[in-house]
């Protein structure tokens, strides 16, 4: 038994709409604190996965307990514990920043009088505060992004699910966004999130499920999986094949995937193929160290990035 | 269809956080929204109630101001639940996406229906009475009998509400509801007795027009605003309670299907 409860326990978890599968029989063991997160490219049903913890949608099969209640029965409990942050932003346009809070708050019981002061400190905590009173419409994406995360605190959830937090946003919103959610981290809350940036999952997930096509292909720590998944070096190179096949011949050390005009060359040992890039000319490259790009990579022969 | 989705709607006290929002939204947009619900039974009303009430004289007994005012208010309720039914609901539900807000706090599909189906009704009221107000302004409206056809409205809203959430249901875009407004709304306004009486209708027609809900509307309304208690209540209540409960329950099972997927 884990000593400390799981916030999600899903065994079996599937999903399929008619034919389809979206998600494939998936296990999840999350603990309480930290943040979790659902990695993986465009359909691979995180979202999906995703509705169906917040009891949005009937589950096809397998068992899953969401703060350690059964769910689907314990959907009312569940969601009044959690706060979302959904992939497309959907405050209400036809309300003030403030009013959306407000109105939110209610639909949690929350009685307006005693919600006024928490409403100040999240708008604070999302630097808001001198938009309380501005419409909707004149909120920048990232706004309305930095509303729906301070929505999904009103109810001061214990677990906060966030379904692709910083999709769309330009850097400095993202790095905001990152730092708040730490922040949050700290305070003791467990976050859940999707995303298909592996950027954000390195710097956020303390633990990780790489998910393809509905099914779990890989998970751990995001530092761990790419330590003991990946060599540490990566070239991206461009070129011809056959400067690229004459490299593989004079480099015997080297692992070579290719995702269309792009050559991706790992190695423990990044001396050795430096000096047979350059001797062989004709090639472009560029050397990075690995990440979790890399790793999933490998483990599904396709990028993650769209 | 699913086991699931057929069973009976289980409504909470949570269906008024659904309505408290519409109301509040309302009263933002109120300015624009009474201007369209206003504007165009005015029209009629002033148009056609003094236009061609000067040639119509009395009707059934009434003149014809009254009879165009008690059949426009009836019309009104219908029209205005029916839009909002339609365009509102599919606004909030695929548009706005405020429906998956929603379903993200402890608020479930069934108390949006049920909240979305009182809404309606208070919006019928909210627009039908001002015209009942501005008929009392014109002299078109004979006793304080009128007051009893408020509390009508509502369920007028509430009657057609359920079939207009049915059809957003079933809607994949705004252009869908004109083919309900076409089929429906448009012959129910021109055949059900809010212009001259529905006797003067052939006998077939007369029939098609009976099993509609706007006529019984009416009949009820009609007597209330010419300063009378209506002859005959039974039968048309029936009808009207009969559409609100059955449009009810076809909307929470539609809805339900739309949105649990
Ligand atoms: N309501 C639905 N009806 C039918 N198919 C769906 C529905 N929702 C999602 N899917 C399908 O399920 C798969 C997973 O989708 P989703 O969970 O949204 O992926 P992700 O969030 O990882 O991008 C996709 O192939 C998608 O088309
Ligand atoms: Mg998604």
């Not at chain 2, 009416?218 to 009969?242: K, M, Q, T, W, Y």
Request: proline fraction near 6%.
């Amino acid at each position: 038994m884990p000593s400390k409860a799981q916030v999600v326990e899903a065994h079996g978890l599937t999903k399929r709409f008619g034919d389809r599968t979206a998600v494939d029989g998936i296990d999840l063991s999350i603990a309480q604190g930290g943040c979790f997160g659902l990695l993986g490219p465009n359909g691979a049903g995180k979202t999906t996965t995703l509705r169906m913890i917040m009891g949005q949608s009937p589950i096809t099969a397998g068992t899953l307990r969401v703060l350690g209640l059964d769910m689907p029965d314990a959907v009312r409990e569940v969601r009044r514990r959690t706060g979302v942050v959904p992939q497309m932003d959907n405050a209400d346009p036809d309300f003030t920043v403030a009013e959306n809070l407000k109105m939110y708050a209610r639909y949690f019981d929350l009685s307006p009088r005693s919600i006024g002061a928490r409403i100040d400190e999240l708008l604070e905590f999302v630097e808001l505060t001198d938009r309380a009173d501005s419409p909707l419409r004149e909120l920048s994406g990232g706004m309305k992004r930095r509303l729906s995360i301070a929505r999904s605190l009103i109810n001061d959830p214990e677990l906060i699910v966030l379904d692709e937090p910083t999709t769309g946003l330009d850097p400095q919103v993202r790095r905001m966004i990152w730092n708040r959610l730490r922040q949050l981290k700290t305070s003791g809350k467990t976050l859940l999130l999707t995303t298909h940036y592996m950027d954000e999952a390195e710097r956020l997930c303390d633990q990780l499920v790489v998910i393809d096509h509905g099914r779990i292909i890989g998970h751990g720590q995001p530092k761990e999986m790419i330590e003991t998944q990946v060599e540490p070096h990566v070239l991206e190179i461009q070129g011809e094949r056959t400067a690229i096949d004459r490299l593989l011949e004079s480099c015997p050390d080297i692992r070579l995937e290719t995702v269309g005009e792009l050559h991706y060359c790992y190695t423990h040992n990044l001396a050795p193929v430096l000096s047979c890039l350059e001797s062989a000319g004709q090639l472009t490259y560029m050397h990075r160290p690995a990440n979790l790009e890399d790793v999933f990579l490998r483990m599904t022969g396709h990028e993650l990035r769209d | 269809m699913t086991a699931a989705q057929l069973s009976l709607p289980r409504p909470r006290a949570s269906a008024f956080k659904v309505w408290f929002r519409n109301l509040m939204v309302w009263r933002k947009l109120i300015a624009p929204s009474l201007f369209f619900t206003f504007g165009e039974p005015f029209v009629y009303l002033l148009g056609l109630g003094f236009g061609l009430g000067r040639f119509v004289g009395e009707v059934n007994g009434m003149p014809y101001l009254t009879f165009l005012a008690s059949g426009l208010v009836a019309s009104t309720a219908m029209n205005t639940a029916s839009f909002e039914g339609m365009y509102s609901v599919f606004t909030r539900m695929v548009h706005q996406q405020t429906y998956d807000a929603l379903l993200a706090t402890p608020l479930q599909v069934d108390d949006i229906v049920a909240g979305e189906m009182l809404w309606c009704g208070t919006k019928a009221v909210l627009a039908a009475t001002p015209i009942l107000i501005v008929s009392v302004l014109l002299g078109a409206v004979d006793d304080w009998t009128a007051v009893l056809a408020i509390p009508l409205f509502y369920l007028i809203g509430l009657c057609f509400a359920g079939p207009a959430v049915v059809v957003a249901a079933f809607a994949p875009s705004y252009d869908f509801f004109n083919y309900y407004v076409a089929l429906l709304v448009t012959p129910m306004f021109i055949f059900s007795g809010v212009f001259y009486p529905i006797e003067t209708l052939p006998e077939f027609a007369q029939t098609i027009v009976q099993i509609l809900p706007l006529s019984h509307a009416i009949a009820l309304v009609r007597p209330l605003v010419a300063g009378e208690f209506p002859p005959v209540v039974g039968i048309h209540l029936a009808v009207l309670v009969a559409y609100a409960v059955v449009g009810y329950l076809a909307a929470t099972v539609f809805i339900r299907r739309r949105l649990i997927t």
